[in-house]
T-cell receptor
Framework: KAGVTQTPRYLIKTRGQQVTLSCSPI?????VSWYQQTPGQGLQFLFE???????NKGNFPGRFSGRQFSNSRSEMNVSTLELGDSALYLC?????????????FGPGTRLTVL | QQQVKQSPQSLIVQKGGISIINCAYE??????FPWYQQFPGKGPALLIA?????SEKKEGRFTISFNKSAKQFSLHIMDSQPGDSATYFC?????????????FGRGTSLIVHP
């Protein structure tokens, strides 16, 4: 069974640009969550989607947004990039939001903002 | 206010030794207590988790001890191996809208010398 896939793996952008990251969950998994990992702030929850609906959102500005498609694939978008947005963005999928033990992380997208 | 405090920040043990990592939390509403393992270049992977109605859970060489009154839980790695060298995160989680939303500790870098 294929794991969680994230594309692209590496990305370089400049301040003020926007970026879209993609996540393909494990087959059959319907819940997708996004996280930001930085040396300064550690691992932080961004948002979670289930059945194309955002169910929970972390404490991030509105520049961070996401969506989920009918096939459970998800995208996150960051607009007006800032230097502090440089981070590893991780996607995780689970069978069901209530089944935390079934959550698996992807390898992440490394975003560098210059 | 730091909700989750993980210690130590780094840990060096000899092969065959016991590794102990601690996690203290503030929010008594947390009701799922996982530990994640992350290797360089990879996303975190769920290692072991415990529910608050259980004081200890063992899976192979890995044990979680949970002390609800003290608001802390710990990870014990018995017979530590060089392959266990990784960063470990505690992530006590809150139930929200049917999902589990984690708050991650800052991580513990474990090195096991052969």
């Amino acid at each position: 069974k294929a794991g969680v896939t994230q594309t692209p793996r590496y990305l370089i952008k400049t301040r003020g640009q926007q970026v879209t990251l993609s996540c393909s969950p494990i087959s059959g998994h319907r819940s997708v969550s996004w996280y930001q990992q930085t040396p300064g702030q550690g691992l932080q929850f961004l948002f979670e989607y289930f059945s194309e609906t955002q169910r929970n959102k972390g404490n991030f500005p509105g520049r961070f947004s996401g969506r989920q498609f009918s096939n459970s694939r998800s995208e996150m978008n960051v607009s007006t990039l800032e230097l502090g947005d440089s981070a590893l963005y991780l996607c995780a999928s689970s069978l069901d939001p209530g089944l935390a033990d079934t959550q698996y992380f992807g390898p992440g997208t490394r975003l560098t903002v210059l | 206010q730091q909700q989750v405090k993980q210690s130590p920040q780094s840990l060096i043990v000899q092969k065959g030794g016991i590794s102990i990592i601690n996690c203290a939390y503030e929010n008594t509403a947390f009701d799922y207590f996982p530990w994640y393992q992350q290797f360089p270049g990879k996303g975190p992977a769920l290692l072991i988790a415990i529910r608050p109605d259980v004081s200890e859970k063992k899976e192979g060489r890995f044990t979680i001890s949970f002390n609800k009154s003290a608001k802390q839980f710990s990870l014990h790695i018995m017979d530590s191996q060089p392959g266990d060298s990784a960063t470990y995160f505690c992530a006590p989680s809150l139930r929200s809208g049917g999902s589990y939303i984690p708050t991650f500790g800052r991580g513990t870098s474990l090195i096991v010398h052969p």
